[in-house]
């Protein structure tokens, strides 16, 4: 439990911290801050909203420039721009609003709906802390090495987002996933493995135990590693490599 509790709370925050440290002189004077994100934009594809943002603040879940569009039932869309957006009670509220419709038709323009100073939507289900790992897990960055310590919360938050990655993605973050999962039951299985080789019985001497103990508990680390790097790579299903069967892993496309 103390070893889960690390992994999650602890060592994901070191790296950001970590990360901060090398880039905070990287911003241009006049700039918009070490905490803003400069046009931003994903697609959740859970719920069919696109989002494309201009500002955007991760520590706050300010928003300026947004624009939301999505699809109705009967093919239409809605666009949704704005000057300013902010979350408050768990609601999105935009200020200085203009929503536009869409037809399905091809070649058709934009019809003005309404215009109005505050809007809330309650229907936009997306939190500052689902778009922080959105932000953190970007396809562009999903992969690099400094990404390696994302706690559980942000892999699941990305897939609510995606539900259906790339293939490849998708066996990096099920590995991920299934890794968080397995690592603190390493303590147990190496204690395990030690005690029959560490304690005394017979003739053999105590100190050909702890020594078989050690070498067979390297290997465990060994075949633990080569099965992350195949569960990485698509070369197996994250649940055998990293251990975990208890947590279902996605059928393959």
Not at 116 to 130: D, G, H, I, K, Y
Not at 203 to 228: E, Y
Request: aromatic share 10%; net charge positive.
């Amino acid at each position: 439990m103390g070893l889960f509790a690390l992994n999650e709370f602890v060592a994901p925050d070191g790296t950001s911290a970590a990360e901060e440290v090398l880039t905070r002189h990287q911003n241009q004077p006049g700039g918009p801050g070490p905490d803003w994100v400069r046009n931003l934009a994903f697609q959740n594809g859970g719920d069919g909203r696109t989002w494309k943002i201009g500002l955007y603040n991760i520590e706050t879940g300010e928003m300026k420039n947004p624009l939301v569009i999505w699809t109705l039932n009967d093919g239409s869309s809605r666009w949704l721009a704005a000057e300013r957006g902010v979350r408050r009670r768990g609601i999105w509220h935009f200020y200085n609003v203009r929503e536009y419709a869409d037809s399905p038709e091809s070649n058709s323009t934009l019809v003005p709906l309404m215009q109005t100073n505050v809007l809330a939507m309650p229907a936009f289900t997306e939190t500052p802390s689902q778009i922080r790992s959105e932000i953190k897990l970007a396809s562009s960055n999903l992969r690099t090495a400094r990404k390696a310590d994302i706690p559980l919360t942000e892999i699941r938050n990305y897939l609510r987002f995606h539900p259906t990655p790339l293939a490849s993605d998708r066996a990096w973050l099920f590995t991920k996933l299934h890794g968080r999962l397995a690592a603190p039951w390493t303590c147990m299985v190496v204690v395990l493995m030690a005690i029959p080789f560490g304690a005394a019985s017979g003739r053999r001497n105590v100190f050909v135990g702890v020594a078989s103990s050690i070498v067979i508990c390297f290997a465990f680390f060994v075949v633990q590693q080569f099965g992350l790097a195949l569960g990485l790579e698509a070369g197996c299903r994250p649940g055998w490599a990293r251990g975990s069967p208890t947590f279902p892993s996605p059928p393959r496309p």
